[in-house]
Antibody, heavy 120, light 110 residues
Framework: QLQLQESGPGLVKPSETLSLTCTVS??????????WGWIRQPPGKGLEWIGT???????DYNPSLKSRVTISLDTSKNQFSLRLNSVTAADTAVYYC????????????WGQGTLVTVSS | QSALTQPPSASGYPGQPVTISCTGS?????????VSWYQQHPGKAPKLIIY???ERPSGVPDRFSGSRSGNTASLTVSGLQAEDEADYYC??????????FGGGTKLTVL
């Protein structure tokens, strides 16, 4: 059974870069039917799609975050990562990694989420 | 792209049906058959309960159903149960490989 687990610093200073990793178990991230994504949820607020990476390494980003976001694959570790630069307090959120069912544009498997706080 | 519009709250008594709406535009909800619904209990990750407007993943109870009329999608929970109390989010494909979520609806079982 596919499982995802986020990891990374829980505290990031303003103007610095937020970096998170999602470790996938139970399946290879390069499998052609697998696509991956990041979603975030500010405390007490709704979900926001950040971006998607395909098994080929091709990416798509939320236009509102595109200038600050990079999502990449590390096939040797069966992981994919998120980098968000120039963070502010507005980037404080629970960050989820998930598997995207490309055929239906729905997220079928989710990690448990990790809270990242932006504060000095 | 703008977030999809959901009512902030909904409620119903056990055993009764409740419907949650999700309004977008012809560029998202009304333009593609890729509307999904997620259930999120407090402190937990979201769980997919409906995809492609009205399809249920394996293991999701059949009291959950989805539909769409024009630019508005709906999630209906028939026969409310206590464990259905949660936040519900819709999402839709929005063209150009973009995805958009709704603001969420808090469902209370009275």
């Amino acid at each position: 059974q596919l499982q995802l687990q986020e990891s990374g610093p829980g505290l990031v200073k303003p103007s610095e870069t937020l970096s998170l990793t999602c470790t996938v178990s139970g399946g290879s991230i390069t499998r052609s039917s697998y696509y991956w994504g990041w979603i975030r949820q500010p405390p007490g607020k709704g979900l926001e799609w950040i971006g998607t990476i395909y098994h080929s390494g091709t990416t798509d980003y939320n236009p509102s975050l595109k200038s600050r976001v990079t999502i990449s694959l590390d096939t040797s570790k069966n992981q994919f990562s998120l980098r968000l630069n120039s963070v502010t307090a507005a980037d404080t959120a629970v960050y989820y990694c998930a598997r995207l069912l490309y055929s239906s544009s729905s997220f079928a498997n989710w990690g448990q989420g990790t809270l990242v706080t932006v504060s000095s | 792209q703008s977030a999809l519009t959901q009512p902030p709250s909904a409620s119903g008594y056990p055993g009764q049906p409740v419907t949650i709406s999700c309004t977008g535009s012809s560029s998202d909800v009304g333009g593609y058959n890729y509307v999904s619904w997620y259930q999120q209990h407090p402190g937990k990750a979201p769980k997919l309960i409906i995809y492609e407007v009205s399809e249920r993943p394996s293991g999701v109870p059949d009291r959950f159903s989805g539909s769409r009329s024009g630019n508005t999608a709906s999630l209906t929970v028939s026969g409310l149960q206590a464990e259905d109390e949660a936040d519900y989010y819709c999402s839709s494909y929005a063209g150009n490989n973009n995805l958009v979520f709704g603001g969420g609806t808090k469902l209370t079982v009275l």
